[in-house]
């Protein structure tokens, strides 16, 4: 995302609070930056990444000077970003082994060194527990930036060893307003952030056509299984083929729509609780074993949507 936009209207808390901490040189080694996905979080911490190798020493990176044209080509020797090797795949222990050497070896430009750890919940146990030694003897000027969606997934051991900088959905007014600033086309942005939950980047990333047809499909999905004109098992062969994280995603903010609704109308259904419960079962079992059968898992949750469905909560 564009220069200009970083830090986000929502995160001037946690940039203020960062450049006061470097200015006063407090920063601590380890920073874990935690909050819901879809907000700007890896987005903010790469900014930062740019400002302490900037050149220019002030409030935001120059965008010009060697160090920000290295970060910006992906090429800075004193910046390393450590993420999976495919999207829902584990951070494997070599990666952090890695670290090692790279936090041994002198800084290749003077100034600090930026490690980006993005997301923090991919590491599996085995390389969790191999980036401990790193964040204990970082070195000096040594910056480990962890990206988290979850948290609770992380060990105490690595989370103990960080300092927490937490961030937060936008309210709906502020979130609205940027969509509306990126997307000025776009006339159903109110409709997009409600199908994101609120966050604006994950709002963004709806925006896009094969995004859009993907979630088409799933609405298609959704409402057939909920009356009774595809059989889960069907549905789920079809779901197999969606990308998990949208879908999941897309399915859990409908679903919340509907909670939310039956509170009002003080007629909770409680077979919309057991489909909430089938689907956070779901993302816990893939995000912890992506090789699941992903159509076994869809044959369960939409079994859970026909029950409520079927029950006038669909």
């Known amino acids: 995302m564009d220069t200009e936009f970083w830090p986000l209207p929502w995160q001037e808390q946690q940039w203020a609070r960062l450049l006061e901490l470097s200015a006063s040189a407090r920063l601590p080694h380890a920073l874990l930056l935690a909050g819901p996905s879809g907000t700007g979080k890896a987005g903010f911490a790469a900014h930062f990444a740019k400002l302490l190798l900037c050149s220019d020493r002030g409030n935001q990176p120059c965008g010009s000077c060697r160090h920000c044209r290295l970060v910006a080509a992906g090429s800075h020797p004193d910046l390393v970003r450590v993420q999976p090797a495919e999207p829902g795949k584990a951070i494997r222990i070599d990666q952090v082994r890695a670290l090692r050497e790279f936090c041994a070896a002198r800084p290749h430009q003077s100034g600090w060194r930026v490690i980006l750890i993005a997301p923090a919940e991919a590491l599996n146990a085995s390389a969790a527990n191999a980036l401990l030694k790193t964040l204990e003897e970082p070195g000096a000027e040594t910056l480990l930036l962890l990206v988290t969606h979850e948290p609770g997934r992380l060990p105490a051991t690595v989370r103990s060893r960080c300092r927490l900088l937490r961030f937060a959905a936008p309210d709906r007014r502020a979130g609205l307003a940027w969509l509306r600033h990126r997307l000025p086309d776009a006339a ?119 029950r409520a469905g079927a029950a006038g909560g669909g």
């Not at 409908?254 to 079962?281: N, Y």
Request: proline share 6%; hydrophobic share 55%.
């Open 188 to 306: 159903d942005a109110g409709a997009l952030l409600q199908a994101a939950g609120g966050r604006p980047l994950r709002a963004l990333a709806l925006a896009a056509p094969e995004t859009a047809a993907q979630l088409a499909q799933l609405e298609r999905l959704a409402t057939a299984v909920a009356d009774g004109t595809l059989v889960p098992p069907a549905a789920a062969a079809e779901s197999a083929k969606l990308d998990w994280a949208l879908a999941s995603d897309a399915l859990l903010a409908r679903l919340a729509g509907r909670i939310r609704q039956s509170v009002v109308q003080r007629r909770p259904a409680p077979v919309l609780f057991d489909c909430l419960d089938a689907l956070v079962e779901a993302r816990r079992e893939l995000a912890a074993s992506p090789n699941l059968n992903a159509e076994l898992v869809w044959d369960r949750l939409w079994l859970a949507w026909r």
